[in-house]
């Protein structure tokens, strides 16, 4: 099977899910939706008039920064446990590519979908709350894109110890908390604050999305140290996890 019809399987698969769960996908958007505008008009009435604008935009590009990397991280995490408990997950491993090379283009494909979902969340948030701000798209993209693979590889960390463990419930839940951190802090410029997955990456879509700050290769640089160091650092547990599976054959167990 080729990289190119792997990827052409994916896209199929993510458009038939979304058309057949079309509730599900539409219920999600407006409750997240619906989530941000409650904390919009939450923060609103706290802002000072000189602060509000602002802290409101601030706000909007820090949700949309956690909307992508909750995508980011649970692309993996989210195939490995439902194809466990659907039954089928023993069939990823005996394909021709293997189970990493699909997780990979399964999570490439939800980067793109996750980039579809925060546009239409921006706009219809900014829509509902009258707080227009312009962001530069397509540099916002660029610097999410650049970012992500340091997520995937916490995902396959989680994914590697669901393998072993099953239930990673917790560890999933804290996981999901520490994104929110992760979106907040300024990992730019270099610092301690530099070796944590993704901070450098959300504060270089923050310094972005204005489309005024320049490019600074340095910056750039920092952004894919982190994601290539977390992406290989999660395929190798991944990888440690897998062999521990089919070594004590826990494969098709839940």
């Known amino acids: 099977m080729s990289w190119l019809l792997l990827l052409k399987n994916e896209c199929k698969l993510q458009i038939y899910d979304m058309r057949q769960y079309w509730f599900e996908s539409v219920g999600g958007l407006l409750m997240i939706c619906g989530l941000f505008v409650a904390l919009f008009y939450g923060a609103k009435s706290f802002a000072f008039d000189g602060e509000q604008a602002q802290s409101l935009d601030g706000l909007l590009i820090g949700f949309l920064l956690w909307g992508f990397a909750s995508a980011a991280y649970l692309s993996v995490t989210k195939t490995v446990i439902d194809d466990t408990q659907k039954g089928y997950i023993e069939q990823l491993f005996i394909t021709p590519k293997g189970i990493t090379a699909i997780l990979l283009v399964k999570t490439l494909v939800d980067l793109l979908y996750g980039l579809l979902f925060i546009t239409i969340m921006a706009y219809l948030t900014m ?14 993209y660029l610097a999410l894109l650049l970012a992500a693979p340091s997520l995937v590889g916490l995902g396959l960390i989680i994914s590697g110890f ?25 990992g730019l410029p270099f610092g301690p604050l530099s070796f944590i997955p993704f901070t450098p990456g959300a504060s270089l879509a923050r310094a972005w999305v ?40 826990l494969i098709g167990q839940y």
């Not at 829509?127 to 916002?140: A, E, H, K, S, V």
């Not at 894919?224 to 992406?231: E, K, P, Q």
């Open 162 to 186: 669901a393998l072993v463990f099953k239930r990673v419930d917790t560890l999933g839940q804290l996981m999901a908390l520490a994104l929110m951190a992760l979106v907040a802090v300024d």
């Open 210 to 249: 204005s489309g005024e700050n320049p490019i600074q290769l340095m910056d750039v640089a920092i952004v894919l140290a982190n994601s290539g160091i977390y992406l290989l650092l999660g395929m190798l547990v991944f990888k440690h996890f897998e062999k521990v599976a089919k070594r004590k054959n």
């Open 127 to 140: 829509w509902l709350t009258g707080n227009w701000i312009d962001i530069n798209l397509p540099m916002f």
